[in-house]
């Protein structure tokens, strides 16, 4: 009974290719985040959303674009892959406030390999 | 620019003995700290938070210790288990983000527990 899903767990693509991946949490809370671990072990946060509504767009291209059709869930859509896109992507879910007071929930991340 | 740093990217303890994992801060907005706990192929887990007007915390065998003049704080693990083998994010955040801020990640320590 996962808190917070992420498909698919391992993703290989080739580059130029559109790809996405997807999020659910069912723990009823009303913010959810990606998170990118890259290469070098950083563990940053990419977007929030409370709401459906975005609050936190961090640098990061434009080709990434976040979709959330409801509160539990929010999904990941990559468009063009290049290769510095290969990485570790982390959704997670908190209540409002999190990181202030309401532990944030974190999914089993989604390994994306673009060759 | 690094505002959560763990200078150590791993650390040997023997099980039984205690294990100190060590975190600096840079930005004094930080008012919030948590430690996660990854296995690998997992998403970090939430171990054990502290706010900024308390100087400890403790849960079980874990203890948060935070020292803000220094901007530095630490988790201690005692007992050591063989279970605690894993990598140990420092995390921080700021309330005044307005709670969707989610939060910095330090770069991970790997503890290592020997038998």
């Known amino acids: 009974d996962t808190a917070v899903s992420q498909t698919p767990k391992y993703l290989v693509t080739q580059m130029g290719n559109d790809k996405s991946i997807k999020c659910e949490q069912n723990l009823g809370h009303d913010t959810m985040y990606w998170y990118k671990q890259d290469s070098k072990k950083f563990l940053k946060i990419m977007f929030s959303?409370?709401?459906?509504?975005l609050i936190i767009n961090e640098t990061v291209p434009n080709r990434f674009s976040p979709k959330s059709p409801d509160k539990a869930h929010l999904n990941l859509h990559i468009n063009s892959l290049e290769l510095g896109d290969s990485a570790v992507y982390f959704c997670?879910?908190?209540?409002w406030g999190g990181g202030s007071g309401n532990t944030i929930y974190f999914g089993e991340g989604s390994w994306l390999t673009v060759v | 620019d690094q505002q959560v740093k763990q200078n150590s990217p791993s650390l040997s303890v023997q099980e039984g003995r205690i294990s100190i994992l060590n975190c600096d801060y840079t930005n004094s907005m930080f008012d919030y700290f948590l430690w996660y706990k990854k296995y690998p192929a997992e998403g970090p887990t939430f171990l054990i938070s502290i706010s900024s007007i308390k100087d400890k915390n403790e849960d079980g065998r874990f203890t948060v210790f935070l020292n803000k003049s220094a901007k530095h704080l630490s988790l201690h693990i005692v007992p050591s288990q063989p279970g605690d083998s894993a990598v140990y994010f420092c995390?921080?955040?700021?309330?005044?983000?307005?709670?969707?801020?989610?939060?910095?990640f330090g770069k991970g320590t790997h503890l290592i527990i020997q038998p």
């Open positions: 959303y409370n709401n459906k509504e």
């Open positions: 997670a879910s908190s209540q």
């Open positions: 995390a921080a955040s700021a309330r005044s983000g307005g709670g969707a801020d989610g939060l910095t």
